[in-house]
Structures are given as structure tokens and as C-alpha cells.
């Protein structure tokens, strides 16, 4: 049997990378409901999302499932794999608002949810083999 891993032990680094991927999803969920109109909007309209307020509300979703399954080490695995994919369609999305030739993320770039999106794919698998 695969030794379990303590949902808050953060002298364990799996762990603490996993609550870090989580909690980094609170701020874009926040600038997806604050505001008349939510901050995020103006981006999902420059990536080409239509309509742009219902699918800025589906990510919003899709980040909150996976931030409260990472923070809370629930479905771990499965709640990375969610959380990697919507940041590479993150990724993408910044390539089509922005120009695919920027990287880096302080340009405007896809850099930053390439590297988060790398970070829960290796939570999940770091944790694929502790159920």
C-alpha cells in the first residue's frame, strides 16, 4: 500500500507545490467577479472567446474546482490535470491576445501559465502514486 501524503504537511515539498498551484488560482478568480466589468473580461474578448462573459464564467468554474481540489489535496491528481489544462488554454489564449512570439510573462507573454501549468502537471505526478 502507497504511504498517504498529509494534506497540510508542508515540510513535504509535494505538498507544498501542490497548495502553492492552488492558492495562485484565487487572484484570477477574483478579477473574474470584481468590477462592472470584471477586469478579465477585456482579456477574454481580446483572445477571441464569444461570448466572452460566459466563457470568462467557465473558467472561473474550471479554476475554482481545481484551486479547492489542490488547496485541499482533494482528487489531487485529477484536480492538477484540470488545472494544467486550463492554463494551457490560458497559455494559448495569451498567445492570440497578445502575439505567440512574446514569452515573457511581464511582456505579455505565455511564459508564467506555461511554468504553473508544468507545476500541476508534476503535483499530479507526484501524487498519482499516494491514494
Known amino acids: 500500500m502507497a504511504p498517504t501524503i498529509s494534506t497540510f504537511d508542508f515540510t513535504n515539498g509535494a505538498v507544498l507545490l501542490r ?3 492552488g492558492l495562485f488560482f484565487f487572484p484570477h478568480i477574483y478579477f473574474k467577479i470584481v ?7 477585456g482579456f477574454f474578448r481580446a483572445a477571441g472567446f464569444r461570448p466572452a ?6 473558467a472561473m468554474v474550471v479554476e475554482l474546482v481545481a484551486a479547492i481540489g489542490l488547496l485541499f489535496g482533494i482528487y489531487t491528481q485529477w484536480a492538477a490535470l484540470v488545472a494544467a489544462a486550463s492554463l494551457m488554454v490560458a497559455a494559448i489564449a495569451v498567445c492570440f491576445a497578445n502575439s505567440c512570439v512574446k514569452w515573457l ?16 502537471v508534476a503535483v499530479a505526478m507526484l501524487h498519482w502514486g499516494h491514494v
Not at 105 to 120: D, K, T, V, Y
Open 35 to 41: 468590477g462592472d466589468p470584471p477586469p478579465a473580461l
Open 53 to 58: 462573459g460566459a466563457w470568462m464564467r467557465i
Open 19 to 21: 497548495v502553492i498551484c
Open 105 to 120: 510573462w511581464n511582456l505579455n507573454g505565455m511564459e508564467f501559465p506555461i511554468f504553473w501549468a508544468l507545476s500541476c
